[in-house]
């Protein structure tokens, strides 16, 4: 089952993840809020919208804009609509 971990700790969990462009996007449900903060990033990209971000923060521990997601995604992406990927450090376990 897919999770994304940080510092050690399991950020997210779900067998049902939507696998775009190589990464991994995760059900709002499967992921543990307590370990995100929003965060004022903001990206575009041309086929899927405008992300958003947020900092993964894990025992006092910030990793700045590590996940994101597209609240309102393009119609070409909507199947992701509010699903949160990682990076930047944040280990995808298969």
């Not at 950020?11 to 992921?31: D, Q």
């Amino acid at each position: 089952m897919p999770r994304a971990v940080w510092n050690g700790t399991v950020i997210a969990e779900s067998p049902t993840t939507i696998v775009v462009e190589g990464n991994h996007y995760f059900p709002p449900e499967s992921v543990r809020r307590e370990y995100l903060r929003d965060s004022q990033t903001h990206t575009v990209c041309p086929w899927k919208g405008t992300a958003s971000y947020y900092d993964v923060v894990v025992n006092g521990q910030v990793n700045r804009d590590a996940a994101w997601y597209y609240p309102t995604p393009k119609e070409a992406a909507r199947q992701i609509a509010g699903y949160i990927a990682f990076w930047r450090g944040v280990r995808i376990e298969v």
